[in-house]
Structure formats: structure tokens, C-alpha cells
């Protein structure tokens, strides 16, 4: 199992301004995650942190809007740049096993006004 | 593609009642099953899950059969209670390794 510190668990941030959200394993990990969830909606996976290579963004996500560092195993960040209030979401970070269940963080619950 | 399907919520159940939340599936060879639930003001956690044709995952009451022939991993409870009240999420892990989820399904129950 993993253990995962993800923080802040939120933050009202003014538009036009940037936060950046921090995500702490206790364990080393190869890949990390960052998904969305908007309110009601599902989890949309945002892009994939590898140590030591740049992430691999999905679909309709960039990285100039969502910069992300993973500078070690145990740790990554995402920043959400020049926010706007459809930014308001739940981010996630999370760490999966081939086959096995996901760990997440306990989420950053962003609203921005 | 890849795809979860599960049944629109919310779903509005009394305490004590049966609850069966409905996920169907598709995706090419074996992928593993989940059931994932969020509790107001948490983060996302494991419930149960199901890696080949047939396993039962169970915990906590809830159980969720894999059943192949009929694409489906379907999550019931025989009795629930009010602290059931959560986001309930089916979701596979298929042949590329890709998480894949469904939309969620709120569940209250009502005391």
C-alpha cells in the first residue's frame, strides 16, 4: 500500500493567479497521477509524472495551463496556472499498481473566485 | 475505446434497505475491476475489487461479482446504513494499464 500527503486540501485563490499543489508518497513510486474531478463529474486524468522525464499530458490539458515537476520518486506537483473559475475542481494525485487498486491523496478542493 | 457504464444516480435508499448500484464494462481482454468510494469531504479509497472472471470482492458488506459473460461488476449491500451515504465509483484497469472510470453514482440513504 501507499501512503499519500497531498496538500493544501483547499484553497480559494483569485483568477488570474496560480497555485501549486504539492503531493508526498511514502514510498517510492515510478509513476504518479493527476486527475480532475469537476463537481458531479467523474475523475478526468490530467497527465502522467514520471521521474526524471517530462509528464505526458492527456487530452485538452497542457502543460503551460498544468506545469508539473517530479523531481524524486517520492514526490510531484502540480501547478494550475492563470486560473479562471472553470478551474474550480477537485485535483487528485494518485499512484496505481500493474493490476492493482489506487492510492490517492486526499485532494485539493479549488475554488476560484 | 475502453468503458465504464454505471447507473446514474443519485440513488435515494432507506437505512436497512438492498442496495444494487449497476456497472457494466467494456474493454478487450482481462482488465481488473474496482469499486472505489468517496466519502463527503475525502479523498477516494479502495472498496473492493476483482482481478479475473468470477472472483467476489467484498468488504465492509458490500460485495461485487466479476462476470465476464455479461460484462458487468455490479455492487450490492443487503443492508445499508445512513454512514453509506458516499460517491461510488466502478472502474478497470485494462490491457495498457490505463485506469478507466465511471461517472459515480451518489448514494443516500436516509434514516
Known amino acids: 500500500s501507499a501512503v499519500i500527503s497531498q496538500k493544501p486540501s483547499r484553497d480559494i485563490c483569485q483568477r488570474g493567479t496560480s497555485l501549486t499543489i504539492q503531493c508526498q508518497v511514502d514510498?517510492?513510486?515510478?509513476?504518479m497521477f493527476w486527475y480532475r474531478q469537476q463537481p458531479g463529474q467523474s475523475l478526468t486524468l490530467i497527465a502522467t509524472?514520471?521521474?526524471?522525464?517530462?509528464?505526458?499530458?492527456e487530452s485538452g490539458f497542457v502543460i503551460d495551463k498544468f506545469p508539473i515537476s517530479r523531481p524524486n520518486l517520492t514526490f510531484s506537483t502540480l501547478t494550475v496556472s492563470n486560473m479562471s473559475p472553470e478551474d474550480s475542481s477537485i485535483y487528485l494525485c494518485?499512484?496505481?499498481?500493474?493490476?492493482?487498486?489506487?492510492?490517492f491523496g486526499q485532494g485539493t478542493r479549488l475554488t476560484v473566485v | 475505446g475502453d468503458s465504464v457504464t454505471q447507473m446514474e444516480g443519485p440513488v435515494t435508499l432507506s437505512e436497512e434497505a438492498f442496495l444494487t448500484i449497476n456497472c457494466t464494462y467494456t474493454?478487450?481482454?482481462?482488465?481488473?475491476l474496482f469499486w472505489y468510494v468517496q466519502y463527503p469531504g475525502e479523498g477516494l479509497q479502495l472498496l473492493l475489487k476483482?482481478?479475473?472472471a468470477d472472483d467476489k470482492g467484498s468488504n465492509k458488506g458490500f460485495e461485487a461479482t466479476y462476470r465476464k459473460e455479461t460484462t458487468s461488476f455490479h455492487l450490492e449491500k443487503g443492508s445499508v446504513q445512513v454512514s453509506d451515504s458516499a460517491v461510488y465509483f466502478c472502474?478497470?484497469?485494462?490491457?495498457?494499464?490505463?485506469?478507466?472510470w465511471g461517472a459515480g453514482t451518489k448514494l443516500i440513504i436516509k434514516p
Open positions: 494518485s499512484v496505481e499498481g500493474v493490476g492493482t487498486e489506487a492510492f
Open positions: 514510498s517510492q513510486v515510478t509513476m
Open positions: 509524472a514520471n521521474q526524471g522525464s517530462e509528464a505526458t499530458y
Open positions: 474493454a478487450t481482454g482481462y482488465p481488473s
Open positions: 476483482a482481478t479475473k
Open positions: 472502474a478497470l484497469t485494462n490491457s495498457n494499464y490505463q485506469l478507466i
